[in-house]
């Protein structure tokens, strides 16, 4: 009898035991398929780690790759709806005034300044800065204005799509485009048009350019700019103005074909309430052996206020062009053109991919 008690004793404890793993494994099974059905926006709108600089870099990386592996505009459109408000809460930025070159320890870009329009150079106390010419100009423009750095390019990229996308019918509105900017009449009916003809993605240069074609181009546009490396333009302008929270002064040179300098130097104004703040950035180049009237542009760089009146330290610089300051002197056209020779140094090592 004892023997019997025992064997049926060990029997429902371990029918208990196994009852109670399967009752844990139907437990876990529905809460892995609730959590993968939960829609995107509500996934995206949970960071994933502590909100430090490494895991920030890590959060918007991994929301690009995400936008890359969208197969259509239909669906990039989709995911980007819904990190719009995440990127919103989780992260706001916006442009950060009242910087310099001599606080951020950045060195100016002789090459681009040689393209500055002659109405800028009336300013001697503001430059041109390096960025690195790797396609990802504009995003790196971004990251400095927003960050004092370059690093965050990945970032502003990524904002970049998503602005661009949920406000396609904006960017592509002639009305909007025109704000900002006084233009001839012919010119100003069909800003839109034009900025369709500029953009990569416009590949027959004899089609009609209609709304549908604008459309078309724009959609091709942010699919392309996903990639890494990839070159922008005025419509990520548009986007990024609206990121920042501020104007962007667009400055073109006065140097290759006239249409391009009319429409593309110009003020941008964002498409939120921002402020009056004006950002600025110019449309440069890496190539240096094209003639003025050849010359397209294929780089951006910011322009900064050199900042407090400094004195570059023996003119001593490195390899990443970047330089000491110290002391106090009254003049300058003396930092000016000490920020000029040092940045003429290492140039073509500098911009070794082109945009």
Not at 22 to 39: A, D, F, I, R, Y
Request: hydrophobic share 35%; net charge negative; with cysteine.
């Amino acid at each position: 009898m004892v023997g019997e008690w025992k064997i049926e004793k060990v029997l429902k404890v371990k029918k208990k035991e196994r009852s109670t793993e399967l009752g844990t494994e139907v437990h876990k099974k529905p809460k892995q398929m609730v959590q993968k059905s939960l829609s995107t926006e509500e996934q995206q709108s949970k960071p994933e780690m502590e909100n430090t600089e490494v895991s920030r870099k890590q959060y918007f990386a991994t929301r690009l790759n995400h936008l890359n592996k969208c197969e259509s505009f239909a669906r990039l459109h989709e995911e980007c709806l819904a990190l719009k408000p995440a990127f919103d809460t989780l992260y706001p930025i916006q442009y950060r005034e009242n910087m310099n070159i001599t606080d951020l320890k950045l060195s100016a870009d002789k090459v681009a300044y040689e393209l500055v329009p002659g109405d800028f150079k009336e300013h001697p106390s503001e430059l041109p800065v390096n960025v690195i010419g790797d396609g990802n100009c504009l995003p790196r423009c971004g990251s400095i204005l927003a960050f004092g750095h370059e690093s965050a390019h990945e970032e502003i990229r990524a904002r970049i799509i998503v602005e661009m996308v949920c406000n396609e019918s904006l960017y592509t509105d002639n009305t909007f485009l025109n704000k900002g900017v006084e233009l001839p009449p012919k010119e100003k009916e069909h800003l839109s048009k034009t900025y369709t003809m500029f953009s990569e993605e416009y590949m027959y240069m004899n089609e009609v350019v209609t709304a549908q074609t604008t459309q078309r181009v724009f959609n091709q546009e942010a699919m392309h700019i996903r990639k890494l490396g990839s070159y922008m333009g005025i419509w990520q302008m548009f986007a990024l103005s609206t990121i920042l929270k501020c104007k962007i002064r667009s400055i073109y040179p006065s140097v290759g074909a006239s249409l391009p300098r009319l429409l593309l130097d110009r003020t941008i104004l964002p498409a939120c309430n921002g402020t009056m703040a004006e950002a600025k950035i110019m449309w440069s180049s890496t190539q240096q052996d094209m003639s003025e009237k050849n010359w397209i542009p294929n780089h951006f760089v910011p322009i900064f206020h050199v900042g407090p009146v400094t004195e570059i330290d023996d003119f001593d610089f490195i390899n990443d062009n970047s330089f000491s300051l110290s002391d106090i002197v009254e003049n300058d056209d003396i930092l000016l053109s000490a920020l000029l020779d040092i940045s003429s140094e290492g140039q073509d090592s500098k911009f070794a991919h082109l945009d």
